[in-house]
T-cell receptor
Framework: DTAVSQTPKYLVTQMGNDKSIKCEQNLGHDTMYWYKQDSKKFLKIMFSYNNKELIINETVPNRFSPKSPDKAHLNLHINSLELGDSAVYFC????????????FGPGTRLTVL | QKEVEQDPGPLSVPEGAIVSLNCTYSNSAFQYFMWYRQYSRKGPELLMYTYSSGNKEDGRFTAQVDKSSKYISLFIRDSQPSDSATYLCAMSGDYGQNFVFGPGTRLSVLP
């Protein structure tokens, strides 16, 4: 059974388009996260949700909007895609507010042309 | 100075070697220290989790934390080709405050 799953695995799109990445966890965790990993492999937190409420919103452009329909899902919608958005996006989850033991999804590789 | 620094590597060692991976940090409020392993084209997975200073051992892996020097290490004994991955340190204060990953060290263990 997949604990944290993301779709799609690969996403290739043109500049200016709007796209969404979906994340689901079946671990019963309360907290979910979105990370961006750039070409230098640096993993940076973007958002954190606890029980469908936003608790971290790092300095990311307004074009990025997370949506949590329920505590098992955290989707990432990106408007007006730019070349610099090309990266691997990881979803993660943890039990309660324990940031320290996070379970990561397989990642979505986004390429903006 | 970056909040967490880590030698990016790549680090190449022969099979069976002892590997030492290190991170330094600047925030004295950090209390929790983690090591994650990330295989190519996969998500990171938690390897070791320690609180405050001291050592923790799990099989071939030993994590050390020296808060007075703001320095943490991960030792891998009898390294195997399957240990080839990027190792990321991570740390946080109480209640996950200021949680941050290091930039990662890429390790290759050669058969």
């Amino acid at each position: 059974d997949t604990a944290v799953s993301q779709t799609p695995k690969y996403l290739v799109t043109q500049m200016g388009n709007d796209k969404s990445i979906k994340c689901e966890q079946n671990l019963g965790h309360d907290t979910m996260y979105w990370y961006k990993q750039d070409s230098k492999k640096f993993l940076k937190i973007m958002f954190s949700y606890n029980n469908k409420e936003l608790i971290i919103n790092e300095t990311v452009p307004n074009r990025f909007s997370p949506k949590s329909p329920d505590k098992a899902h955290l989707n990432l919608h990106i408007n007006s895609l730019e070349l610099g958005d090309s990266a691997v996006y990881f979803c993660a989850s943890s039990l309660g507010g324990d940031y320290n033991e996070q379970f990561f999804g397989p990642g979505t590789r986004l390429t903006v042309l | 100075q970056k909040e967490v620094e880590q030698d990016p590597g790549p680090l190449s060692v022969p099979e069976g070697a002892i590997v030492s991976l290190n991170c330094t940090y600047s925030n004295s409020a950090f209390q929790y220290f983690m090591w994650y392993r990330q295989y190519s084209r996969k998500g990171p997975e938690l390897l070791m989790y320690t609180y405050s200073s001291g050592n923790k051992e799990d099989g071939r892996f030993t994590a050390q934390v020296d808060k007075s020097s703001k320095y943490i290490s991960l030792f891998i004994r009898d390294s195997q080709p399957s240990d080839s991955a990027t190792y990321l340190c991570a740390m946080s204060g109480d209640y996950g405050q200021n949680f941050v990953f290091g930039p990662g060290t890429r390790l290759s263990v050669l058969p």
